[in-house]
């Protein structure tokens, strides 16, 4: 057996722009910004894949691009956002793939924001007061308990 990468599809909900790619973690609240040639590895991750399946599928074959890939995949790994399992190793040798023309790498950029989280994570079906509907608001300024 062998370790692989395969991206959060429960959890996880991406999209593809010109050159960068946006996720969202909805268990987490979190988004993210996927540039340089992390929008390249999301794909690859959409299906089981090895770090070493991703270097070669990328054309970057030197130590240090594959230490980028590793830390990209990590910090996607510790987010929740990429899940590692186990995979028959004749299962990959299966598939057939395309080897990338060497160029110049790229690193993965990827950058995580927290400043939505409260929206993202919130239920509005379960999470709505009988009384006040959705979203319960806190009372206006200087309307709260009775401080006598």
Partial sequence: MTAAYVANREAVAAEQFDDEAV???FQTGTYYS???TAPEIWNLV???NTIDRIVERLGAPDHGA???IE???AQLVADSCVLICDIDEAHLNGKTDVTAEAKQFIAPIV???HDLQELIVVDPVHEADPMDG???RPPPFGRGPDRS
């Fill in 23 to 25: 996720l969202i973690n």
């Fill in 34 to 36: 996927l540039r340089g």
């Fill in 46 to 48: 959409q299906e089981p």
């Fill in 66 to 68: 594959q230490k980028a």
């Fill in 71 to 73: 830390a990209m995949l």
């Fill in 111 to 113: 950058q995580s924001f």
């Fill in 134 to 136: 959705w979203p319960s």
